[in-house]
């Protein structure tokens, strides 16, 4: 038994402890997404308690499903920005702009991220044209007589960023240069398998193309040290779903 326990800390004593926290974080992380980021759960738990009015308006509002969505990407800034950054200083002592957050932006980044949404917008347009994208997006749904194009859909909108910041940062930034020293150009590739995952249950088309887009900017984080230009793409990309598909539907105007 104590050789076992021995050769335990020996293996152990070699690895690259910022790679391994990194990985373990990241199970930890989508698995407490996964289950968290549901608000009837939630509301259930909340029953009861003082913060009973909080859960069902979470889970039950009869105007919109904005509140639950708000929960979720509350839920995924915690885990995919909030926790990471507390890593980054508080354990590690490091600087976030080693992390993908550095201020400046890719040279030619105009440039690239014009010629990135020209190729992917008539992809979103044929996508938008299937059945699984219209029954999937927008995921705003509005239950009373507002427009949807109006103050509810920006606000989501708005929301809808924040949690592709938090994405950006996580996948792209922690995760890529946190493995980096010890993957190498490895890192882009392991750091896509989890991205990948996070797609399923979304139209096979997008979890399909969540395998190039996550080596494509992952490479660019890699080699720029900066997540703005993925952010801003998934941002505009974003956008073009949800419009593309409230027009498909007729709920635009």
Not at 135 to 151: S, T, V
Request: proline share 4%; with cysteine; charged share 15%.
């Amino acid at each position: 038994m104590l050789e076992v326990l021995d050769h335990i800390r020996r293996d152990i004593s070699g690895l690259d402890r910022r790679a391994v926290l990194a990985l373990v974080y990241t199970a930890f992380g989508l698995t407490c997404i996964y289950y968290l980021k549901d608000p009837g759960p939630v509301a259930k738990a909340l029953h009861g308690s003082d913060l009973q009015r909080l859960g069902s308006w979470i889970a039950s509002s009869n105007q919109n499903n904005l509140p639950g969505l708000i929960w979720w990407v509350a839920v995924v800034t915690v885990f995919y920005l909030v926790g990471p950054l507390l890593i980054i200083r508080f354990w590690w002592n490091a600087d976030f702009r080693d992390f993908g957050l550095r201020l400046q932006i890719e040279p030619g980044f105009w440039k690239l991220l014009a010629a990135c949404t020209i190729v992917m917008l008539p992809l979103v347009y044929l996508m938008s044209l299937t059945e699984g994208f219209a029954a999937k997006y927008p995921f705003l749904r509005i239950y009373n007589d507002e427009l949807y194009l109006g103050q509810t859909f920006l606000l989501w909108e708005l929301v809808y960023f924040m949690q592709f910041l938090g994405l950006e940062f996580f996948f792209r930034g922690f995760l890529v240069h946190s493995l980096k020293r010890s993957f190498g150009l490895y890192s882009i590739f392991v750091m896509t398998i989890p991205y990948c995952m996070i797609h399923f249950g979304k139209p096979p088309a997008e979890t399909i193309s969540a395998i190039a887009a996550g080596i494509f900017l992952g490479w660019l984080s890699y080699r720029n040290g900066s997540i703005w230009l993925g952010l801003a793409l998934h941002c505009a990309i974003a956008l073009s779903m949800d419009v593309l598909a409230l027009l498909n539907k007729g709920l635009l105007i």
